[in-house]
């Protein structure tokens, strides 16, 4: 059975553990079991509350790339379904070459992807493109914002340097529940 996970803010993941197996669950709500995917939906969809992008790149659908499995596209689908951030509608694209990574707003890119990560940021880069991954060495390869499971939590830690170069900037908000920030703001930026 699938749920749609309802919109939060982005503190939700600070309270949600892994089970056992890999499953995470909130503490104190049995009754659902979002899984590890699903927080990162949630979280991805909340990025996009909390980075600007350069003016003119702000029109049109906000679209959030995947780099993943079907399953994981899918789930990020049922959890933007009918929502928007400042007016804009969100959609999710598949994508597995940089040539479709035009018009994302955020690119997500799986540890399957492990292969093709490289190429993928390389396509990326200097592009007013969130990046984002579950990859365990993310953000020295170049990457945005990557995901770790921190005494059983998802959580994330942020490359701005990386976010500077794409001349995004980031909500101070966002930096302060970053686990770890790498690199600094650039004038003006973090408001």
């Not at 679209?63 to 929502?83: D, K, L, M, P, Y």
């Not at 976010?163 to 920030?181: G, I």
């Amino acid at each position: 059975m699938t749920h749609r996970l309802p919109n939060v803010v982005l503190l939700l993941a600070s309270v949600m553990t892994v089970g056992p197996v890999g499953a995470i669950q909130p503490v104190n709500a049995p009754s659902t079991l979002p899984t590890q995917a699903d927080v990162e939906a949630v979280y991805l969809f909340d990025f996009g509350k909390f980075v600007r992008w350069p003016s003119g790149v702000d029109r049109g659908p906000f679209q959030i790339c995947v780099a993943a499995t079907h399953s994981f596209a899918a789930g990020v689908e049922r959890t933007i379904a009918n929502e928007a951030i400042d007016g804009r509608t969100l959609t999710v694209r598949e994508i597995s070459r940089p040539e479709e990574e035009t018009g994302c707003a955020v690119l997500f890119i799986d540890a399957s992807e492990r292969e093709r990560s490289d190429v993928l940021l390389r396509g990326a880069a200097d592009k007013p493109l969130l990046t984002v991954s579950d990859l365990p060495d993310f953000l020295a390869r170049g990457g945005m914002i990557q995901f770790q499971i921190i005494q059983n939590r998802v959580r994330f830690s942020v490359n701005l340097d990386a976010v500077n170069r794409s001349h995004l900037v980031m909500s101070s908000e966002l930096l302060k529940v970053a686990v770890d920030v790498k690199g600094r703001a650039e004038q003006g930026g973090a408001p």
